[in-house]
């Protein structure tokens, strides 16, 4: 459910045996949520108001659970000794694995990978206007952008001879539970930047280079393309 709040709605298809849905950057705006914080055995509920979100990271490492980090900006927070919602309904949630990670670079696996990352960001920025109430005006988002990084055992030099010629690549991150189950992050075009090689012992050489996403001039593309895979039906995602 987090996907519609940064990327809005997507294009869903019936696959027959599961559901696609193709979520894209690039919207003029993204939708306002309130959200809840609840502890109800203090009976104090925190509601925040006008809330987008502006950014995410997903984290690849070899072992532990998958896990992503949200940023957020509101409008206003409010405490209230009820919650907005009585009766709450509680989704489904299938925890993942960090070895369910994998990374393609120009539809490749790319292998010797020890951990990675990757950022996508709204760029949001509150509106702030003369007003009674002293709340923001808006958020709006400004200019997108992409960044991340790839530390691998140097074993070859592909990734330091894309960096240092500057060729662009494209990469793909994906989590895979099944052929059914599975969520893909594109990045069609990624800088790679340089960066030294370290040494640390007798563990062997590792390199790790960061990565920058953008659009080419002139193209209409998105930045960021994510397809998730899933048995849940389009109307959720609307």
Request: glycine fraction near 8%; charged fraction near 20%; hydrophobic fraction near 35%.
């Amino acid at each position: 459910d987090a996907l519609p709040i940064f990327f809005g709605s997507p294009e869903s298809t019936d696959e027959d045996t599961h559901w696609q849905h193709l979520f894209t950057s690039g919207a003029e705006d993204i939708p306002s949520h309130s959200l809840e914080l609840g502890l109800k055995d203090k009976n104090v509920f925190v509601r925040h108001l006008g809330v987008k979100f502006g950014s995410f990271q997903l984290s690849f490492e070899p072992s532990g659970n998958a896990s992503a980090t949200i940023n957020a900006v509101g409008q206003n927070e409010t405490k209230a000794v009820s919650s907005v919602d009585a009766t709450p309904v509680a989704q489904p949630y299938n925890r993942l694995s960090q070895f369910q990670g994998s990374i393609s670079r120009d539809g490749t696996p790319l292998g010797n990978v020890s951990a990675a990352s990757v950022n996508f960001s709204n760029d949001l920025e509150p509106q702030n206007v003369l007003r009674g109430d002293g709340k923001v005006n808006s958020v709006q988002p400004r200019m997108r952008s992409i960044s991340g990084s790839i530390e691998t055992r140097f074993d070859n030099s592909d990734l330091y001879d894309l960096a240092v010629d500057g060729t662009p690549v494209a990469l793909s991150f994906a989590y895979t539970v099944s052929a059914t189950e599975k969520l893909v992050v594109d990045i069609p075009f990624v800088q790679l930047v340089k960066s030294k090689l370290t040494l640390e012992g007798p563990g062997g050489v590792q390199y790790r280079c960061d990565l920058r996403g953008s659009r080419p001039i002139g193209s209409e593309d998105p930045m960021i393309t994510v397809t998730l895979l899933n048995d849940v039906q389009d109307t959720v995602y609307a």
